[in-house]
């Protein structure tokens, strides 16, 4: 029997339901190693797990980030 520990990063992240690859069902999937879970695509069979969203997360950030000092010197960041 395993128990369920503290909720993880990415169930109290209510993650959409619909995959960005395909539209597909996105279906949680128990990681029982990590004691956490991840998200898979029933459709397409695309993963996203907490490693996965913080990248992204970060991706956005950066982007967010050049587009503003973009608009403000016309320059890009390194």
């Known amino acids: 029997m395993v128990k369920d520990s503290k909720t993880s990063a990415v169930q109290q992240e ?8 395909c539209g597909g069902f996105m279906v949680p999937e128990p ?14 069979g695309e993963r996203i797990d907490p490693v ?6 970060k991706n956005v950030e950066r982007d967010e980030a050049e587009k503003l000092f ?9």
């Open 14 to 21: 209510s993650y959409e339901e619909c995959c960005h690859r």
């Open 31 to 44: 990681v029982f190693e990590l004691g956490s879970v991840n998200w898979r695509c029933i459709g397409c």
């Open 52 to 57: 996965i969203l913080a990248h992204r997360k």
């Open 70 to 78: 973009k608009s403000q010197r016309g320059l890009r960041l390194n």
